[in-house]
């Protein structure tokens, strides 16, 4: 099948022509047929398989045949969850839409309004938008939806992995009633089902490449390391030359930052990003890291989602994701639209159970690499006591109040001076007493 096949204008097959592509993607194939016919789509597709064109070649094309007067309405809304996708998708309208009449127009937040007022001013027949950016904007009377045609929810089990489902509902209430609708998902949970129920009217449904099936082409493989030792094999991986750039994934914004320092300190230039850096410094972070003058960026799993670098060459799991789902999503940052790549997963002893749901999902086990730091450690560390804060009384009287402890024969357990209990101590006697 060719693009012209798939009864795209001759524009659009000039500007994927230009974009490098010489054949649509599998979800390409059975997505645009069903979106120039004008019917709802319920898309279940991981990153990474060309998604995005899929949608947005027909939007154009409907949008071109029927040229809006002024520009100054919009007439496809698509909304995505995070702000660094929300940009890639206005990137790749650009250059998909390139010569042709529709205007594109971007808003997230972060960044001040300004600047996005005035290029709303300017036309956006097409509006890609983050939740919360738009619903401020919608607020303020800056942005109506009155004149939506085709809306578009990308990325939906995101959506509601960031809370954003309730402000995604919201903005629903405002589209006309009757609107063409495309919902993309990788996985399908129970309220993205449910709320595919309830805005999709008779869709088409395309399923490629489920979320459980990662990209073939990406070699995967892990390394038992302890924890202390990860900076240390970290380091000397990326000083592989067959690494010509890796994305670094940590479970927390401040292992991010730690492992950017560790990495400095070892004389490796290394950007992070996640959900505590500016606006600025993210996108800065990411240029860097695309334009090649920084091989390695460090991130979280949800300031990485959905992010489209081109020839990824490696992706290293430095933490095993608290999700097996996640790991997918991770992995498929690399091997993108066929291309081969290499995935690496560090795992210590307290990790175990992540990679065991990872190996369950997959379904296979990664192969185990050797390196000069092998695990040593094989005690998992204590489970962090828990220390109520503001402990509250077992037992309350029928007038609320909270009802004293008759002294018991033994004086209290644990911290005498702050008179909080030292719960480890206790669990084990009890666990003791119970012989
Ligand atoms: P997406 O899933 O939309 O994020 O796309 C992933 C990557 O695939 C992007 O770098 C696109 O530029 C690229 N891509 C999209 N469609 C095609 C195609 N038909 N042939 C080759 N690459 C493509």
Avoid at 51 to 59: D, E, G, N, R
Avoid at 249 to 254: A, D, G, L, V
Avoid at 294 to 312: F, Q, W
Avoid at 362 to 388: A, K, Y
Wanted: hydrophobic share 35%; glycine share 8%; proline share 6%.
């Amino acid at each position: 099948m060719t693009f012209d096949q798939l009864g795209l204008v001759p524009a659009l097959c000039t500007n994927v022509k230009n974009a490098g592509y010489s054949e649509p993607t599998p979800i390409q194939n059975h997505t645009i047929p069903y979106v120039l016919s004008g019917r709802d789509v319920l898309g279940c597709a991981q990153t990474g398989t060309g998604k995005t064109a899929a949608f947005a070649l027909p939007i154009l094309q409907l949008l071109a045949k029927k040229p809006g007067a002024s520009h100054s309405e919009t007439r496809a809304l698509i909304l995505t969850p995070t702000r660094e996708l929300a940009q890639q998708v206005f990137d790749n309208f650009e250059t998909y839409g390139k010569n042709m009449t529709p205007k594109s127009c971007v808003v997230f937040g972060g960044v001040g309004q300004q600047s996005q007022v005035d290029a709303l001013s300017r036309g956006a027949d097409v509006l890609v938008a983050c939740p919360g950016r738009l619903w401020d904007l919608m607020n303020q009377g800056i942005i109506s939806l009155d004149h939506v045609e085709i809306f578009v929810l990308d990325e939906a089990d995101r959506m509601l992995d960031m809370g954003f489902i309730h402000d995604v509902r919201r903005i629903i209430g405002h589209l006309p009633e009757k609107h063409q609708t495309l919902l993309f998902s990788a996985t399908m949970p129970d309220e993205v089902e449910a709320l595919a129920l309830d805005i999709l009217k008779d869709p088409a449904s395309v399923k490629v490449d489920p979320v459980s099936s990662p990209v073939k082409a990406i070699d995967q493989y892990m390394y038992y390391v302890d924890k202390n030792n990860k900076k240390r094999l970290l380091a000397f991986l990326l000083e592989d030359p067959s690494v010509e750039n890796a994305l670094v994934f940590s479970r927390t914004k401040y292992g991010c930052d730690r492992i950017v320092r560790d990495l400095k300190k070892s004389g490796i230039d290394a950007v992070a990003i996640h959900g505590d850096k500016s606006q600025g410094a993210r996108t800065n972070a990411l240029n860097r890291f695309k334009t090649g003058d920084c091989k390695v960026m460090v991130a979280t799993d949800i300031a990485a989602r959905g992010l489209d670098i081109e020839g990824l060459s490696h992706v290293i799991n430095y933490d095993m994701p608290m999700e097996a789902e996640a790991y997918i999503h991770r992995i498929g940052r690399t091997g993108r639209a066929g291309k081969g790549g290499t995935a690496v997963s560090f795992c210590c002893i307290d990790e175990y159970k992540q990679l065991g749901q990872v190996e369950k999902l997959i379904g296979f086990r990664l192969p185990v690499h050797e390196s000069q730091w092998p695990m040593e450690n094989t005690t998992p560390s204590d489970p962090r006591t828990r220390i109520p804060q503001d402990p509250r009384p077992k037992k309350i009287s029928f007038r609320g109040e909270a009802v004293k402890k008759t002294p018991g024969r033994f004086p209290p357990a644990g911290n005498q001076r702050s008179g909080l209990p030292k719960p480890v101590q206790r669990i084990n006697k009890r666990k003791g007493s119970g012989m």
